[in-house]
């Protein structure tokens, strides 16, 4: 009980420190992409953009390794052999080391003649673009060598050290946007050449902690063909669903533009950007219980395994209805003062997007549980095959004349399916976790939480004027009865208190 209550509060403090992190990413990213498109100018600062898109297309490579090194640390970790975790390490360092030369050569070849030929780019700045691109590709090579240390700081759980060398990260950014303005130099190659250096001067600065307090994190010489057949088996089937994620997105993007145009086009861009930053919220919860619930399967403490899983799906869909709930009530109010007015489409498509995010964050929780065993073949075939199936089942809606929003009802369809998928999967690998006792202690009373503190606003939205104060009020009866539920329903008493106690001693610092 005593190592329970230990882990609780050490995710507790972990969650805390990535929240404090993202918001300081957040918010500097906002103020920093101002400043630089008005110093680059929007041709320039399109060029950086699409340049930087050719090398980040290959980006899902890295996504699967990345998955297959933390599960693989975390798990040899749990178990306490120091030289089978040297041993993961090295393997994992090789991996993407492999990755990075693969991705340069195919940037260095492909991307090279699709920047010089087929990209629309003014021939007066084509030099400058290839500049772009080289230094893209050595800030690529740079990131995809630096998984196997940020895998290892997850691993061990040292997520205050992100929130620190992530401020030193949003000081440089800061620094950049300072320099662009007082350096008298092509401004488009400067901020390539600064962006490089920030990304060196980040990845070595985890190096340098991870070298200095973790054994493991020490490139050695040598050789371990089963391991690498492993990792490489697990990230296969991993790169299976990331692939089919993508293939959904841009096959939906394409026949939206095919059926609706760019102006349905631009609401799906629009959509993503709300997604990404709702669901960074519910991903920090996620980031730091994952290493424990990998550690406690690998120490066969399958009750407290299951026991987290649980409570991380609760608490994840409690922060993820305190936003969703007001959102989605005042979306059009909160759209027209973000943008000014509202896109064509953008409501229909937010509000499938922000249901889809309730249940695959409960799917991917339960994914995280699946990926303990090592067992990755059955759900990845499945969820990524559901994800796949958006796109035939989005072509027949629209020859049939279905609306713009019908791919976002299958996405949400798909998401439900894959989640039930993964509840069964986990029983079939761990017995112990039972899918009814799933269903109705923990998804159930997700979904009546949402529906109560919904009713109740969507009850105020008809009767009161729209503007702020409606907005206000709407948020904090919504947070109210949630927290309610919350506390007395959803999230056990002792981890209730842990939360509560970690909040006030952030006020009292």
């Known amino acids: 009980m005593s190592d329970t209550l230990t882990n609780d509060k050490r995710i507790a403090r972990n969650t805390m420190m990535l929240y404090i992190r993202m918001i300081a990413s957040m918010l500097v990213s906002l103020y920093t992409s101002r400043i630089v498109l008005r110093v680059l100018g929007a041709t320039d600062f399109g060029i950086f953009g699409v340049v930087g898109g050719v090398v980040a297309m290959f980006g899902f490579l890295n996504t699967s390794m990345a998955g297959a090194t933390s599960r693989f640390l975390a798990f040899e970790l749990g178990r306490g052999d120091r030289d089978r975790l040297s041993r993961t390490f090295c393997m994992a360092f090789y991996e993407h080391l492999a990755i990075a030369v693969l991705v340069m050569i195919i940037c260095e070849t492909f991307g090279i003649w699709f920047l010089n030929n087929k990209l629309v780019i003014p021939p007066e700045r084509l030099p400058a673009a290839n500049w772009v691109l080289q230094l893209s590709i050595l800030s690529m090579m740079v990131s995809v060598t630096q998984v196997p240390y940020n895998s290892s700081i997850i691993a061990h759980e040292k997520m205050d050290v992100y929130a620190y060398v992530e401020l030193a990260n949003v000081f440089l950014r800061l620094l950049i946007v300072f320099l662009l303005k007082f350096i008298l130099f092509d401004k488009l190659i400067l901020y390539a050449v600064l962006t490089l250096c920030v990304s060196i001067v980040i990845a070595f600065t985890y190096r340098f902690y991870c070298a200095r307090n973790f054994e493991e994190c020490r490139v050695r010489i040598m050789w371990d063909a089963p391991l690498l057949k492993s990792m490489l088996s697990f990230s296969g089937w991993d790169l299976y669903g990331n692939m089919s ?192 006792r799933f269903v109705y202690r923990d998804l159930l009373p997700c979904i009546l939480a949402f529906l109560a503190a919904y009713i109740v606003c969507i009850l105020l939205h008809s009767v009161m004027a729209e503007g702020l104060a409606r907005l206000i009020i709407i948020i904090f009866v919504s947070s109210a009865i949630l927290l309610g539920i919350g506390y007395f329903v959803l999230i056990p008493k002792q981890l209730s208190r842990t939360i509560i106690t970690k909040i006030s001693g952030l006020f009292h610092a």
């Open 245 to 436: 994620v993508m293939a959904r997105t841009q096959g939906v993007n394409m026949l939206i533009n095919v059926f609706f145009g760019p102006v349905a086009n631009a609401a799906s861009s629009i959509v993503t950007s709300v997604q990404g930053a709702v669901m960074g919220f519910a991903n920090n919860v996620l980031t730091a219980v994952k290493p424990q619930i990998i550690k406690y399967y690998a120490r066969e403490e399958t009750d407290n395994m299951l026991r987290l899983v649980s409570n991380t799906v609760r608490l994840n869909s409690l922060i993820l209805m305190l936003i969703n709930v007001p959102l989605i009530v005042e979306l059009a109010y909160v759209i027209r003062i973000w943008l000014g007015e509202i896109p064509a489409y953008v409501l229909e498509f937010c509000v499938f997007t922000l249901l889809f995010n309730q249940f695959s964050n409960i799917a991917s929780i339960l994914v995280t549980g699946i990926h303990a065993t090592g067992k990755i073949i059955r759900p990845s075939l499945i969820n990524g095959t559901l994800y796949l199936m958006v796109i035939p089942f989005t072509w027949l809606a629209f020859r049939n004349g279905s609306a713009a929003w019908a791919p976002y009802m299958f996405n949400m369809t798909a998401a439900i399916l894959g989640m039930m998928s993964n509840a069964y999967t986990l029983h079939l690998y761990i017995p112990d976790f039972s899918v009814w």
